[in-house]
């Protein structure tokens, strides 16, 4: 399967796709979405990327998104929460993700192939998890919170790994993708199709390289491009602008032909060149880091990333390209005129300050990550009187050794994780309100910094 037919719009098989599609509207200035999932939303990265697509292509619009996830969490667990974790935060909108834990992977396990009852264990566990996702949904939207469902991520069972495999998990985290999409129906609400384009992407990889995955090495945990895939879907199902702009001007008249997401002035043209300037409406999206390339598996900057230069009728020849004081590269005038996508050039003025907005947001992911953690702890590995009871310094270690006392009889690395958490807890929760202070501080300084700015372009002819 080709990248652009992987990245290409989905043709749902039913007719409700379509009109879950048409009442996804883009995220508007104002809004406050809860990210609602288990480790794959509070430790994963999809809501983040997404989070960067708006604060770069939407500068003016603010949005809040709240990461929503705990590790390990299942349906029940977030109805158990629903109230203290989600609700709190007063979203406008939400977004929910869930069934990896609820399936129960070990099920799939090959020493249990032969146990006893176990097609009706895995059964209960599906049933379990259909009539509790259904009541997620019910007390959201009676709280009026428009729902965006999204189907599971996969569970890698293919890839030859270290990892033995659970095979038929992922069969039935399919069945959990078609009960999602079924509910998406009844209720009226659109739906994100992760299960299917991830799978896709899975096993075209796989038919090249079949250790390779889109999963981490525990089969379960999208790494980096796994979550860059996910965050494109959901921006292709919301139907995202796929242009930063476009700027299109004629030099020999002097005019402009045309203008997307832009406004143009100063148009001059003598022996010496062409220059303008150019106020853009959005920033280009950044690289997530220096090696990462968007379009290894799909098809990201031809669909989401176009910042298209396009001059018409200049002179034959080649020209250097300044904005601002910056050289950005040497063109002919045939591939000026075709156009060049600056989205894919590291070293503009505007790409560098989208550098910048990710920078930020790294910095305020990291302290909404320490949140996350002090949340984990309080609903995974304390009791309810533990979570009742005021931490302190003075009765912090107390509290902690009391609960370590319920898990000592469990395997070591299990214990060694428990208290590593139970340590960064100690710290997190005693400084929660430093930290949620800092993380609104970053927050605001990302929409200052995402503000586009206006630059001034030259096209210097190079006499031959």
Not at 195 to 209: A, F, G, L, P, S
Not at 217 to 238: C, N, S, W, Y
Not at 255 to 283: A, H, M, P, W, Y
Request: some cysteine; glycine content about 4%; overall charge positive.
């Amino acid at each position: 399967m080709s990248k652009l037919k992987v990245f290409g719009f989905i043709i749902w098989v039913a007719s409700f796709a379509n009109e879950a599609l048409a009442q996804f509207p883009l995220f508007k200035d104002g809004d406050r979405v809860c990210f609602i999932g288990n480790s794959i939303t509070m430790n994963g990265r999809y809501h983040n990327y997404i989070e960067l697509f708006y604060a770069t292509r939407f500068p003016e619009r603010k949005i809040e998104f709240f990461n929503c996830g705990i590790s390990g969490d299942v349906a029940g667990g977030m109805l158990a929460r629903m109230n203290s974790d989600i609700l709190r935060h007063k979203p406008n909108r939400a977004v929910l993700m869930v069934g990896m834990n609820d399936i129960g992977r070990s099920q799939y396990s090959k020493e249990r192939a032969s146990e006893p009852g176990i097609k009706d264990k895995q059964q209960a566990a599906l049933n379990r998890y259909f009539n509790r996702v259904d009541s997620i949904v019910k007390i959201l939207l009676d709280n009026n919170i428009p729902l965006i469902l999204q189907t599971p991520s996969i569970y890698d069972q293919t890839a030859q790994l270290q990892t033995p495999a659970n095979v038929g998990a992922n069969d039935a985290l399919g069945k959990c993708a078609d009960f999602i999409k079924k509910l998406a129906v009844k209720y009226q609400l659109p739906v994100v199709d992760y299960w299917t384009v991830m799978n896709d992407v899975n096993k075209e990889i796989q038919n090249k390289n079949p250790s390779q995955t889109i999963v981490g090495q525990d089969r379960v945990h999208p790494d980096t491009q796994g979550h860059f895939i996910m965050a494109a879907e959901f921006l292709k199902t919301q139907q995202a602008p796929g242009k930063v702009s476009v700027f299109n001007i004629n030099a020999n008249k002097r005019k402009v032909k045309r203008e997307e997401q832009c406004t143009i002035s100063g148009i001059k043209n003598d022996n010496s060149g062409f220059s303008f300037s150019c106020l853009e409406s959005s920033l280009p999206y950044p690289k997530l880091s220096k090696d990462f390339n968007p379009d290894s598996l799909i098809s990201f900057t031809e669909d989401f990333n176009k910042e298209i230069l396009q001059i018409r009728s200049l002179k034959r020849g080649s020209y250097i390209l300044k904005i601002d004081s910056v050289i950005i590269g040497s063109y002919s005038a045939k591939q000026l005129k075709k156009g060049i996508n600056l989205s894919a050039l590291i070293t503009t003025p505007q790409y560098l300050q989208s550098e910048k907005v990710l920078n930020l947001l790294v910095e305020y992911w990291g302290y909404i990550r320490k949140l996350r953690q002090v949340k984990y702890v309080e609903y995974q590995l304390m009791d309810e009187q533990m979570r009742q009871t005021p931490l302190t310094k003075e009765n912090s270690r107390e509290l902690i050794q009391k609960r370590m006392e319920k898990f000592k009889n469990q395997e070591k690395e299990y214990v060694d994780f428990y208290q590593r958490n139970f340590d960064e807890y100690l710290v997190n929760k005693l400084m929660e309100n430093e930290i949620l202070v800092k993380a609104k501080e970053v927050f605001d300084k990302v929409y200052r910094a995402n503000k586009p700015e206006s630059h001034y372009y030259r096209l210097i002819r190079v006499n031959e």
